[in-house]
């Protein structure tokens, strides 16, 4: 049974006293990694998954969770995954191959029907309760701030993939009762990050000692947060069904790249000179965008 949390009223939050069955696929990625840890703060039952055991077996967590390893490439129709996976009351799936290459076809002719193929399974067998995470890239080249009610524009393989991904999921709510939270991640850092990832080369730059660090013009606005919190989120988001569909997992809040670096080194106390305009922008992405998270804050408030 989980905690039991009164307020002035003595009232108790049901949300905290049934204790859930949580599949997390994607389990000792980045963002997995946080969000086991995160729902290991609660009493729920956590059941983890991914495709290398040997990886899992390294975390702190893995003997506080349940773990069944799953490869994508040994996908078989005939197989009931919602069995596989224990029944699972809700699924925080995370599981998403190839990045951080956004360009690959892979995406679509690979992941694609990969991950539609599983989820379709999970559904139709009985799964009930489904958060998964999309990505800010399905708006495309729109600029400006973004809400959950604007036109998907992809114009990428994985921000396709992810879109069609989530097209196919709501054409399922049409023959299956399920509820859906597509969580649109923006921007976020923190311990564990791709080392390709900016705030990881810049780190790898200093410990060389180089003199000076390149990177873009820093010019784009974009929408960051600290994964720990993007952890956080996804899990207040996944417990809760008031609020479904589409929500963007971000800050609200519009920072220059150039800005996010400086203030990234101050807070570290550390010096390097940025070599501006070294690389050019990226082709994938608009130069000024972030979040609306007014369906995030309303969860967040209760």
């Given at each position: 049974?989980?905690?039991?949390?009164?307020?002035?009223?003595?009232?108790?939050?049901?949300?905290?006293?049934?204790?859930?069955?949580?599949?997390?696929?994607?389990?000792?990625?980045?963002?997995?990694?946080?969000?086991?840890?995160?729902?290991?703060?609660?009493?729920?039952?956590?059941?983890?998954?991914?495709v290398d055991s040997n990886k899992a077996r390294k975390k702190d967590w893995f003997d506080k969770v349940q773990y069944i390893p799953f490869d994508f490439s040994q996908f078989n129709p005939s197989k009931n995954y919602y069995e596989f996976f224990q029944s699972p009351d809700l699924m925080i799936h995370l599981a998403w191959e190839g990045l951080p290459n956004y360009t690959s076809d892979f995406?679509?002719?690979?992941?694609?029907?990969?991950?539609?193929?599983?989820?379709?399974?999970?559904?139709?067998?009985?799964?009930?309760?489904?958060?998964?995470?999309?990505?800010?890239?399905?708006?495309?080249?729109?600029?400006?701030?973004?809400?959950?009610?604007?036109?998907?524009?992809?114009?990428?393989?994985?921000?396709?993939?992810?879109?069609?991904?989530?097209?196919?999921?709501?054409?399922?709510?049409?023959?299956?009762?399920?509820?859906?939270?597509?969580?649109?991640?923006?921007?976020?850092?923190?311990?564990?990050?791709?080392?390709?990832?900016?705030?990881?080369?810049?780190?790898?730059?200093?410990?060389?000692?180089?003199?000076?660090?390149?990177?873009?013009?820093?010019?784009?606005?974009?929408?960051?947060?600290?994964?720990?919190?993007?952890?956080?989120?996804?899990?207040?988001?996944?417990?809760?069904?008031?609020?479904?569909?589409?929500?963007?997992?971000?800050?609200?809040?519009?920072?220059?790249?150039?800005?996010?670096?400086?203030?990234?080194?101050?807070?570290?106390?550390?010096?390097?000179?940025?070599?501006?305009?070294?690389?050019?922008?990226?082709?994938?992405?608009?130069?000024?965008?972030?979040?609306?998270?007014?369906?995030?804050?309303?969860?967040?408030?209760?």
């Amino acid at each position: 049974m989980g905690r039991q949390v009164c307020n002035s009223g003595s009232r108790i939050n049901p949300d905290l006293i049934i204790m859930k069955k949580i599949l997390v696929t994607g389990a000792t990625g980045f963002i997995g990694n946080y969000v086991i840890t995160d729902l290991l703060k609660t009493n729920h039952k956590v059941i983890a998954s991914s495709v290398d055991s040997n990886k899992a077996r390294k975390k702190d967590w893995f003997d506080k969770v349940q773990y069944i390893p799953f490869d994508f490439s040994q996908f078989n129709p005939s197989k009931n995954y919602y069995e596989f996976f224990q029944s699972p009351d809700l699924m925080i799936h995370l599981a998403w191959e190839g990045l951080p290459n956004y360009t690959s076809d892979f995406h679509l002719s690979v992941n694609l029907p990969r991950h539609e193929a599983l989820l379709t399974n999970l559904i139709r067998n009985g799964l009930k309760d489904l958060t998964i995470t999309g990505t800010c890239l399905e708006y495309g080249f729109q600029e400006g701030k973004l809400d959950e009610s604007m036109d998907t524009k992809p114009s990428n393989p994985y921000a396709i993939a992810k879109d069609r991904l989530r097209a196919k999921l709501e054409s399922l709510q049409n023959e299956n009762q399920f509820t859906l939270k597509w969580v649109r991640l923006f921007y976020m850092y923190g311990k564990g990050q791709n080392p390709n990832s900016l705030l990881s080369q810049l780190d790898a730059s200093m410990e060389r000692g180089d003199d000076s660090f390149n990177m873009s013009g820093g010019e784009q606005l974009r929408d960051y947060l600290p994964v720990e919190k993007v952890a956080e989120y996804i899990v207040r988001i996944a417990n809760q069904n008031e609020v479904t569909g589409v929500i963007n997992c971000s800050s609200g809040v519009p920072v220059k790249v150039k800005t996010f670096v400086e203030d990234y080194l101050n807070k570290k106390g550390k010096k390097i000179k940025l070599n501006l305009g070294y690389y050019p922008y990226a082709s994938y992405e608009p130069m000024e965008f972030w979040g609306d998270n007014s369906k995030l804050r309303s969860i967040l408030q209760h």
